[in-house]
């Protein structure tokens, strides 16, 4: 019996991941879910932004669906973002990030890359402190398990997607320590792997370029936490922007699926909130945690089927709605 822990959060988290789920029911009438709190809202009530019990949800089920959560713009004493506590504690060591180009909404046709991206180190430990009032210090951490999990994890991509070249993405130049230890760790496994795909290297800066200018010239890239986070964003412009783009925070047996967009306060509440993101992170769960490509592909059918046929999705105060009736009503009759 396949479990669920859908963890809602903040703004639209609460409005996108409800449409996922009823999603994933009609590809799996089986499935059973469990809701768990996490987030700024769960933080000011309870004081705690990730219950145990939400932990202990997760680990149960093995499987999560997460929406968004909200940060404060200043530092609360005792808060940290809930999915950087998730994916810590969780130990959702990798994050996939996939970029297509979607009819109706992308700029342009032909993209299909994959960023997989480092998710438990760098710049992401938390380590930041004060040496005088005018000096702060950020470390960052690199290590040779993380980076050969990481290494692992993307040769099985590889294999999967039939990736004909791998890109290493990092900035070896300045930071020869950490970002040479990454590349060379990342090489040395993807090497020993026998895959039918051609390993090369990018600096972070060139590859921002280059994901801009020729985004078709890249398959799967592989990079760091916080280099993977800003470009991530940066190439979720060619699927159609933030509110399309989705992810997977992917461990050992366990998996926590998230819309690449946040909380959205701007638009909380007014039914513009696009679920697109949201659904499509629900397909990565099916095809890469749970094995279900068969199931993955349908949910993805019925998005681009819809979007093919409305053209886009800038529906204004209708955007939640329309979008689920015409993703939902496809599923349906693309059943079996
Ligand atoms: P955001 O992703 O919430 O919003 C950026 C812009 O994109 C906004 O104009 C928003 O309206 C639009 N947008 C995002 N998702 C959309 C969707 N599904 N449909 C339609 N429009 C969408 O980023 P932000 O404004 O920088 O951050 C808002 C809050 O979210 C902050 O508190 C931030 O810390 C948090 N955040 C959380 C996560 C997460 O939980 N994974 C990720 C990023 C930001
Ligand atoms: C993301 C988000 C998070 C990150 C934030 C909310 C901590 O931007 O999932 O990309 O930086 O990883
Ligand atoms: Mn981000």
Not at 62 to 90: K, M
Not at 128 to 146: F, K, L, N, V
Not at 189 to 196: A, D, K, N, T
């Amino acid at each position: 019996m396949r479990r669920l822990c859908v963890i809602p959060g903040d703004g639209i988290g609460a409005e996108v991941t409800p449409i996922a789920v009823a999603a994933l029911r009609i590809l799996l009438p089986e499935l059973q879910t469990v809701e768990a709190l996490a987030g700024w809202g769960c933080f000011v009530e309870h004081g705690c932004a990730v219950p145990e019990r939400t932990l202990e949800l997760m680990r149960e089920c093995g499987a999560g669906l997460f929406g968004a959560v909200q940060s404060p713009a200043h530092a609360v004493p005792g808060y940290r973002s809930a999915i950087l506590t998730l994916r810590q504690q969780l130990g959702l060591s990798v994050n996939l990030r996939p970029v297509r180009s979607r009819p109706g909404i992308s700029p342009r046709p032909g993209i299909d890359l994959m960023i997989l991206r480092e998710n438990s180190e760098g710049l992401y430990i938390g380590r930041e402190h004060m040496t005088s009032p005018d000096r702060a210090i950020a470390e960052r951490q690199i290590s040779r398990q993380a980076c050969e999990i990481l290494a692992q994890r993307a040769a099985q991509v590889a294999r999967q997607r039939q990736t004909k070249r791998i890109t290493l993405v990092h900035k070896a130049n300045v930071l020869p320590l950490t970002c040479g230890l990454f590349r060379d760790t990342c090489r040395a496994v993807l090497e020993g792997q026998g895959l039918h795909a051609q390993i090369d290297e990018r600096l972070v800066d060139v590859a921002a370029l280059q994901l801009v200018e020729q985004p078709e010239n890249f398959d799967l890239v592989v990079t760091t936490n916080l280099f993977g986070d800003i470009l991530s964003d940066l190439a979720s412009y060619w699927s159609g922007g933030l509110a399309t783009a989705p992810s997977l925070n992917w461990g050992e047996g366990i998996a926590l699926a998230e819309p690449v967009h946040g909380s959205a306060p701007d638009i909380a509440g007014s039914g513009r909130a696009n679920p697109i993101a949201a659904l499509l992170s629900a397909a990565l769960l099916l095809r890469y945690h749970w094995s279900l490509p068969n199931e993955a592909a349908r949910l993805e059918s019925a998005v681009e089927g819809f979007l093919q046929e409305a053209g886009g999705v800038d529906f204004g105060t209708q955007t939640t709605e329309r979008v689920t009736d015409g993703v939902l009503s496809r599923l349906g009759t693309l059943q079996g």
